[in-house]
């Protein structure tokens, strides 16, 4: 009995994170999908479904029913420029603040990892201390900053550093200093679960080679913390495509992110149907660098 149970109950283990991604990914993407391919309406919730049910065995009602697919949400994303720039402007944008992110983040989480194990503990503290704040209240902080008469500018003309304010706020520059602040944390904590793993006898090794210490970083440290580098950048780079909150406080009227377009069209013109294909076409383009993240993954594994 217990033989058969415990095959059981391994298949069991393995089900659960399948369980989990169709009941918390599947069945609403299945759902926002459904809803791209209606139109808008009226009624309460305001689209109306372009199908109820489909009969799966019958070959002419498939074809029929994707004959009579309605497109004219995609089309319109296709057609109207603000939609498409919107979507390059928001990939430009998460670009950006993952590179700013990594650049920031790589010598602070090597800074960490080569600090004495009793400190590390604390430093590792202090880089989640942030998230103990409520995320809006940190994004009116920033405002509060880069407004003319904030704390930046107040402490740049005190020092002699600048006669007159930046003008920082409601610009691209505040929104990537928000973003970087924000998405930082999620830079630095898989590359210091990378680095801290890091064997110091390699270095030791490169150096008694007659490595230099730029060298033996190059060669040994940096092909080592790749998996970290491709872990931090996917963590910064998905939530930063689709943020809404950061670009909406701090940013201008040229900075329209795709996330404060799917607002609008969800909230403001009630715009579900539209709303749900922005969603969807989003998905698509976020699919892309987990695809080259994970190929990038098995490859270096095949080759190591």
């Known amino acids: 009995m217990s033989a058969v149970s415990r095959p059981l109950r391994a298949r069991l283990v393995v089900a659960v994170p399948y369980l989990w991604l169709l009941a918390f990914f599947l069945v609403p993407f299945a759902i926002v999908l459904r ?7 009226t009624a309460l ?50 670009g950006l603040t993952t590179l700013l992110a990594l650049a920031i983040g ?28 409520s995320f809006l209240i940190r994004v009116y902080a920033w405002i509060g900053i880069l407004r003319p008469d904030g704390l930046l500018d107040a402490a740049l003309i005190g020092l002699g550093l600048t006669q007159e304010p930046l003008r920082l706020l409601n610009t691209e520059a505040a929104v990537l200093i928000g973003m970087v602040y924000s998405y930082l944390p999620f830079m630095v904590l898989p590359l210091f679960a990378a680095l801290e793993k890091l064997d110091r006898s390699l270095l030791e090794a490169a150096a008694d080679l007659g490595a230099r210490p730029w060298m033996a970083f190059l060669t040994v440290t940096l092909p080592l913390s790749i998996p970290g580098v491709l872990a931090g950048c996917a963590l910064v780079f998905i939530p930063a495509v689709g943020e809404f909150v950061i670009p909406d406080l701090l940013g201008g009227p040229d900075t329209i992110m795709i996330g404060k377009a799917l607002w609008t069209e969800f909230f403001s013109n009630r715009d579900w149907p539209l709303a749900s294909a922005v969603a969807v ?9 987990l695809a080259l993240l994970q190929r990038a993954r098995l490859a270096r594994e095949g080759a190591a």
């Open 45 to 94: 919730p305001p689209y109306a479904p372009h199908f109820a049910s489909l009969d799966v065995a019958n070959f002419a009602a498939i074809g029929e029913f994707l004959a009579a697919l309605d497109l004219d949400n995609f089309r319109l994303l296709a057609d109207d420029a603000l939609y498409w720039q919107s979507y390059l402007y928001s990939l430009r944008i998460a």
């Open 35 to 41: 809803m791209a391919f209606s139109h808008a309406d």
């Open 281 to 289: 076409v989003l998905l698509v383009l976020l699919v892309l660098p």
């Open 106 to 133: 790589y010598p602070l989480a090597y800074a960490m990892a080569s600090a004495p194990k009793s400190w590390r503990g604390a430093l590792l503290v202090l880089v989640i201390l942030p998230f103990w704040t």
